[in-house]
């Protein structure tokens, strides 16, 4: 059993073949989780560039059983393994994987090795640990069950995603109209984008494991998805003087207009949007940051508006379970969490 570095471009796409094998089939698995590995593997964006992103395969007789990419980022002190996948009983292949994480750690003098992180919380945090019978919806990690027992006995941090019938979470709501909601005009799409970006740095910048992003990050993030937003989908709130003091971004499950297990091309999904958008029931509240307890619920308030009766639920992405403002108001308007996640944490020697 060897580590190979992947190097080529025949190597990445062995990579993306061994992911798409492993979850073949899987009823629960959405290929639109490949967007951002597939940002990382090749840097397509900004921030993938300026991260240090090292895919390995872990073989066994020329087979591959486990493969992850150590990634790091001068901004954040913890040496990263994401993307992390392998196959059933191969322990010895993850502490490979984890003890070259070591030595690569002690390379560039960092104290800590992080596993669960894909570069940037915004590309992604946390090993699914329960509800693997539920489809995964877009933009939330999915892997098999099992992992989670490669990495007991680790220190972790846990995380939740919520999810709850629209008119459940209704009741919880209360008069607004103390800020002015408006939609964004995606025509200036990477405008709002970095409005979007700089009430982050503002509001969500102390969220665990959160470092600064530099600009364009979230347009080249979201621009792949830039066809299938309308301006409804990203809300900001300005107060009397014009201030922008919160943001939203929602947007229809993609996921559940895809069959699990099944590898689309751009095409397909493009197809699959024309053909049964109209049969998308759950809406994603993807990310939100509010400088006020306050404007986050006038943000709730349009959300719930703008969606109307088109959506039956809503889910939310994830939520440190150690940031205890934003688990409270998760509880409150979606109540016990839906999804658990994990992130592990091990000393560099």
Known sequence: MKI???????????????????????????????FVLLDTLFANTDFARECE??????????????????????????????????????????????????????????KQVVIGLNGHISYGVGILTNRFDYKNSFDSNYNKYYYKEYFSGLQKQTLSTYRQEKKVMEQYLTVGGRYRIRKASLKNFYEEAELMRSLCEQTIAKTYLYFPTKAGHFYQLMRDLRPFLKDENLLFAEDEKGNTVGFLFWHPDFNQMLNGGKHYSTLGIAAAYLLRSKKIENAKLNAMGTLSPRVTSELLNELSRVMGDRYKTLETNFVWDNNLPSTHVNRRFFGEPHRKYEVYFYEVD
């Open 4 to 34: 190979e570095y992947c190097t080529t471009k025949a190597q990445k796409k062995e990579y993306i073949k061994y992911r798409n094998a492993l979850y073949a089939g899987d009823k629960s698995y959405v290929c639109t989780s490949e």
């Open 53 to 110: 992103v090292l895919p390995v395969l872990v073989k066994e007789e020329k087979k591959v059983v486990a493969q992850a990419i150590y990634i790091y980022n001068k901004a954040l002190p913890y040496l990263q393994i994401g993307f992390f996948e392998a196959d059933k009983d191969q322990q010895d292949a993850v502490d490979l994987i984890l003890k070259e994480a070591k030595l690569l750690a002690k390379q560039r003098e960092l």
